[in-house]
């Protein structure tokens, strides 16, 4: 049997043989097809499935807290594991009320639409009484508190609905300005999935038009063959953009007309540029030694930038370092001066190249909702503060204007996704770990998270049950046909939440009397009326399943009308949602909260890990980049075993690498004060001299490895705030050594 199927890395064919899946092949109509889904077969069927309910020894004999990641599992029955279960959350919610309860799931466990278990474990949650949240995402967590103060507007809207897509880019964008870069390897992915690939081929679409590309970052890889690489210091962008700030503001090349009309608070930015607050300039030569960019290089992309049709773009990873809201509030105002935004390809955009989705430009079309309905509980935590939360409950914490305190958390249920992968410092987070009485854990693999859990339910993967794939960001949609059964004793999380509703009195209110069959038509059909009521036509449910797939005509190939164009033309008619209607260079809202790493306009503020304070200990900058075999830590159990691949590869600069008298290949120690992993290195000029960079995704050691074996770079990482504003992940404000092995 050959069936298409949808993912997070896209579409692709499915060979099954005496139910199991034994090859996958690209899907016909993706220009570039991702290779993710090559290694599926091995994954679905691999000794790291969780077979049956487990539960963690110490637990279940005494409820003992302290050995988790080192204990042994007991296998019991469904009926049995489910009992014990729900007796244990109901006696939590009892004696401690939900604000006891984290309700930890990342959304990106399945493409399905039903079977999503963030929202499974949001649903059932809510129908026992709610639980503490989290706030954002660690790819964007920052950014999203930062930018509605900016432009009014929630972050991720404005990814997707404000920013130009790449047929507006290539036909009007004469320099593209890339922070961070576009990396066609992080477009592989996209949130509900990306069918059609094609990042890659827009680039080659720039290239035959002359449009000339500069990849801002560490590393030449960052963007495609073929862009200008300008090699910036990690964590000093913010500086960068300033001294061009400083050249347009001092050889008189600022559109003040679009300023005056368009934004709020230059005023009060304008003395900081030229140093006349702190006796600090921002020109070129100030920034030189801090980015190790030249001085005329900056100036001569700052008239460039003024001169021709512009477009600024910000990857997300900027914003995943210690003062992580600087370079996206800063770009924003660089736009500004520049006075091209509203106009189609110039302005600022975030995130291009970070997901798929980005660039892509459809009518309003929603996807397939299961409704997560109502939390009773409002407490909630900045998604990267999750450490802190369990190491300090009852402490006070700032976040973007509020002072809050952290819960006191008894017990955690975590589907759908893996904290021992995105967290930062995870030896820490390992000891913070063994705080809550109870943590319950729905997972297919026996993941690091699933072995530091004390009740372990064996969950099905995305082929092992029917659903609807269709993302907001792609123009597909498929039904994701069930192609073999559950592996061991597997369940979906539906009827694993029903079992445990059942057993508290909720399961009306769970489940509303129906079956994950009947759940799925009663969506679609919602679903098609509301595709009609905007003039698309799509096949009823059963035509979909005889399908498998269909696409959408709802892509807007010809230049978007952004919120930004009616804004740029009537700034009083059409203002934007920020309390002036204007762009905020200077925020009010943001000066009154008094943060001193935060402060009301854009500021230089360099972090406290970065070249400039090395030391003999830690000389190296250490960067992240998610990983370009597989999606997070996802399929890691089966790359794990392809000979070679592990431990994950380090990149080195030639000069870092013969002061340390290592060559490609060899084996090396990745260390600093919290902690140290195995790596295998690979030399190459492609990165800047004094970084290094190591792809997240390895699977977490178990507890007492000294050297975590196959590479995790969250061993090193600094589990810290980027600032009091964002609270988000500060993942790239990291100083390393490395040594042979």
Same mark, same amino acid.
């Given at each position: 049997?050959?069936?298409?199927?949808?993912?997070?890395?896209?579409?692709?064919?499915?060979?099954?043989?005496?139910?199991?899946?034994?090859?996958?092949?690209?899907?016909?109509?993706?220009?570039?097809?991702?290779?993710?889904?090559?290694?599926?077969?091995?994954?679905? %069927?691999?000794?790291?499935? *969780?077979?049956?309910?487990?539960?963690?020894? !110490?637990? /279940?004999?005494?409820?003992?807290?302290?050995?988790?990641?080192?204990?042994?599992?007991?296998?019991?029955?469904?009926?049995?594991?489910?009992?014990?279960?729900?007796?244990?959350?109901?006696?939590?919610?009892?004696?401690?009320?939900?604000?006891?309860?984290? =309700?930890?799931?990342?959304?990106?466990?399945?493409?399905?639409?039903? %079977?999503?278990?963030?929202?499974?474990?949001?649903?059932?949650?809510?129908?026992?009484?709610?639980?503490?949240?989290?706030?954002?995402?660690?790819?964007?967590?920052?950014?999203?508190?930062?930018?509605?103060?900016?432009?009014?507007?929630?972050?991720?809207?404005?990814?997707?609905?404000?920013?130009?897509?790449?047929?507006?880019?290539?036909?009007?964008?004469?320099?593209?300005?890339?922070?961070?870069?576009?990396?066609?390897?992080?477009?592989?992915?996209?949130?509900?999935?990306?069918?059609?690939? +094609?990042?890659?081929?827009?680039?080659?679409?720039?290239?035959?038009?002359?449009?000339?590309?500069?990849?801002?970052?560490?590393?030449?890889?960052?963007?495609?063959?073929?862009?200008?690489?300008?090699?910036?210091?990690?964590?000093?962008?913010?500086?960068?953009?300033?001294?061009?700030?400083?050249?347009?503001?001092?050889?008189?090349?600022?559109?003040?007309?679009?300023?005056?009309?368009?934004?709020?608070?230059?005023?009060?930015?304008?003395?900081?540029? /030229?140093?006349?607050?702190?006796? $600090?300039?921002?020109?070129?030569?100030?920034?030189?030694?801090?980015? =190790?960019?030249?001085?005329?290089?900056?100036?001569? /992309?700052?008239? #460039?930038?003024?001169?021709?049709?512009?477009?600024?773009?910000?990857?997300?990873?900027?914003?995943?370092?210690?003062?992580?809201?600087?370079?996206?509030?800063?770009?924003?105002?660089?736009?500004?001066?520049? !006075?091209?935004?509203?106009?189609?390809?110039?302005?600022?955009?975030?995130?291009?190249?970070?997901?798929?989705?980005?660039?892509?430009?459809?009518?309003?079309?929603?996807?397939?909702?299961?409704?997560?309905?109502?939390?009773?509980?409002?407490?909630?935590?900045?998604?990267?503060?999750?450490?802190?939360?369990?190491?300090?409950?009852?402490?006070?914490?700032?976040?973007?204007?509020?002072?809050?305190?952290?819960?006191?958390?008894?017990?955690?249920?975590?589907?759908?996704?893996?904290?021992?992968?995105? %967290?930062?410092?995870?030896?820490?987070?390992?000891?913070?770990?063994?705080?809550?009485?109870?943590?319950?854990?729905?997972?297919?693999?026996?993941?690091?998270?699933?072995?530091?859990?004390?009740?372990?339910?064996?969950?099905?993967?995305?082929?092992?049950?029917?659903?609807?794939?269709?993302?907001?960001?792609?123009?597909?949609?498929?039904?994701?046909?069930? /192609?073999?059964?559950?592996?061991?004793?597997?369940?979906?999380?539906?009827?694993?939440?029903?079992?445990?509703? +059942?057993?508290?009195?909720?399961?009306?209110?769970?489940?509303?009397?129906?079956?994950?069959?009947?759940?799925?038509? *009663?969506?679609?059909?919602?679903?098609?009326?509301?595709?009609?009521?905007?003039?698309?036509?799509?096949?009823?449910?059963?035509?979909?399943?005889?399908?498998?797939?269909?696409?959408?005509?709802?892509?807007?190939?010809?230049?978007?009308?952004?919120?930004?164009?009616?804004?740029? +033309?009537?700034?009083?008619?059409?203002?934007?949602?920020?309390?002036? =209607?204007?762009?905020?260079?200077?925020?009010?809202?943001?000066?009154?909260?008094?943060?001193?790493?935060?402060?009301?306009?854009?500021?230089?503020?360099?972090?406290?890990?970065?070249?400039?304070?090395?030391?003999?200990?830690?000389? $190296?900058?250490?960067?992240?980049?998610?990983?370009?075999?597989?999606?997070?830590?996802?399929?890691?159990?089966?790359?794990?075993? *392809?000979?070679?691949? #592990?431990?994950? &590869?380090?990149?080195?600069?030639?000069?870092?690498?013969?002061?340390?008298?290592?060559?490609?290949?060899?084996?090396?120690?990745?260390?600093?004060?919290?902690?140290?992993?195995?790596?295998?290195?690979?030399?190459?000029?492609?990165?800047?001299?004094?970084?290094?960079?190591?792809?997240?995704?390895?699977?977490?050691?178990?507890?007492?490895?000294? *050297?975590?074996?196959?590479?995790?770079?969250?061993?090193?990482?600094?589990?810290?705030?980027?600032?009091? $504003?964002?609270?988000?992940?500060?993942?790239?404000? &990291?100083?390393?050594?490395?040594?042979?092995?």
């Amino acid at each position: 049997m050959t069936k298409v199927t949808s993912s997070h890395w896209g579409a692709f064919e499915v060979d099954v043989r005496d139910e199991r899946i034994v090859a996958t092949r690209p899907f016909a109509e993706d220009p570039h097809p991702s290779a993710i889904p090559d290694i599926l077969p091995q994954a679905v %069927h691999h000794r790291s499935r *969780v077979s049956r309910p487990s539960f963690r020894r !110490g637990w /279940l004999e005494s409820r003992e807290r302290t050995g988790r990641g080192g204990d042994t599992f007991v296998e019991l029955p469904w009926d049995e594991a489910l009992d014990i279960a729900a007796a244990e959350i109901d006696r939590v919610r009892k004696a401690h009320g939900n604000e006891a309860i984290f =309700g930890g799931s990342y959304g990106w466990g399945s493409a399905g639409r039903f %079977h999503h278990a963030q929202s499974q474990v949001h649903r059932f949650l809510n129908t026992i009484g709610g639980y503490v949240s989290s706030f954002a995402s660690y790819s964007t967590g920052c950014a999203q508190a930062i930018m509605p103060h900016v432009f009014g507007v929630p972050f991720l809207q404005l990814n997707y609905e404000h920013q130009d897509g790449w047929h507006t880019i290539a036909e009007h964008t004469e320099t593209l300005v890339m922070f961070g870069g576009v990396n066609p390897k992080n477009s592989q992915v996209s949130m509900g999935g990306v069918t059609r690939h +094609e990042t890659a081929g827009w680039f080659e679409t720039f290239a035959e038009k002359g449009m000339r590309c500069v990849n801002i970052g560490p590393q030449r890889t960052d963007a495609p063959d073929g862009c200008e690489w300008m090699a910036v210091r990690p964590g000093s962008d913010t500086a960068l953009m300033l001294a061009l700030a400083y050249v347009l503001e001092t050889e008189n090349l600022v559109d003040r007309d679009f300023l005056g009309r368009c934004t709020t608070g230059y005023d009060r930015f304008r003395p900081y540029l /030229l140093g006349e607050t702190d006796g $600090l300039p921002k020109t070129p030569d100030w920034a030189a030694p801090l980015t =190790g960019v030249a001085a005329d290089t900056v100036r001569e /992309l700052a008239r #460039r930038m003024a001169t021709t049709r512009t477009l600024i773009t910000v990857a997300w990873s900027l914003q995943r370092g210690e003062h992580g809201e600087q370079p996206f509030w800063m770009s924003a105002v660089l736009a500004a001066m520049l !006075g091209q935004i509203g106009l189609p390809g110039g302005g600022v955009g975030y995130g291009y190249g970070a997901i798929g989705g980005v660039g892509k430009s459809f009518k309003g079309l929603r996807g397939v909702t299961f409704s997560q309905g109502q939390n009773p509980v409002t407490k909630f935590i900045p998604v990267a503060r999750a450490g802190d939360m369990l190491r300090r409950p009852g402490e006070a914490y700032d976040f973007n204007g509020r002072r809050d305190t952290y819960p006191d958390i008894r017990l955690i249920y975590w589907a759908g996704g893996n904290p021992f992968h995105h %967290h930062q410092d995870l030896n820490a987070l390992h000891e913070a770990w063994q705080k809550p009485e109870t943590i319950i854990v729905n997972e297919p693999w026996w993941t690091a998270t699933a072995k530091r859990a004390d009740i372990v339910f064996p969950a099905t993967t995305p082929y092992e049950r029917e659903d609807i794939g269709r993302s907001n960001f792609d123009d597909y949609l498929f039904h994701m046909p069930q /192609l073999i059964p559950p592996v061991a004793e597997a369940r979906d999380d539906y009827q694993i939440f029903a079992g445990l509703a +059942e057993r508290l009195g909720k399961a009306q209110e769970f489940t509303e009397g129906r079956r994950a069959g009947e759940w799925l038509r *009663v969506l679609y059909h919602a679903y098609q009326g509301m595709a009609r009521d905007e003039g698309v036509e799509v096949p009823d449910y059963e035509a979909l399943q005889e399908k498998n797939w269909v696409r959408l005509p709802i892509q807007m190939e010809g230049p978007n009308r952004t919120l930004f164009a009616p804004f740029r +033309e009537d700034p009083e008619g059409a203002p934007l949602p920020t309390p002036s =209607g204007k762009i905020e260079i200077f925020s009010a809202t943001i000066d009154g909260f008094g943060y001193d790493d935060c402060p009301g306009h854009p500021v230089w503020l360099p972090p406290s890990e970065w070249l400039g304070t090395a030391t003999a200990a830690a000389p $190296l900058h250490l960067v992240s980049p998610q990983p370009g075999d597989k999606l997070h830590s996802q399929l890691e159990s089966a790359l794990a075993d *392809v000979e070679g691949a #592990r431990p994950e &590869t380090i990149v080195i600069h030639p000069k870092d690498a013969a002061r340390r008298e290592i060559t490609t290949g060899d084996l090396v120690r990745v260390f600093n004060a919290r902690g140290a992993c195995r790596a295998r290195a690979r030399v190459s000029d492609d990165i800047l001299q004094g970084v290094v960079a190591l792809p997240t995704g390895a699977w977490f050691g178990d507890p007492g490895t000294n *050297v975590d074996p196959d590479g995790n770079p969250n061993v090193l990482t600094r589990d810290v705030g980027t600032s009091r $504003l964002g609270q988000g992940c500060s993942a790239h404000t &990291t100083l390393v050594e490395i040594a042979r092995l």
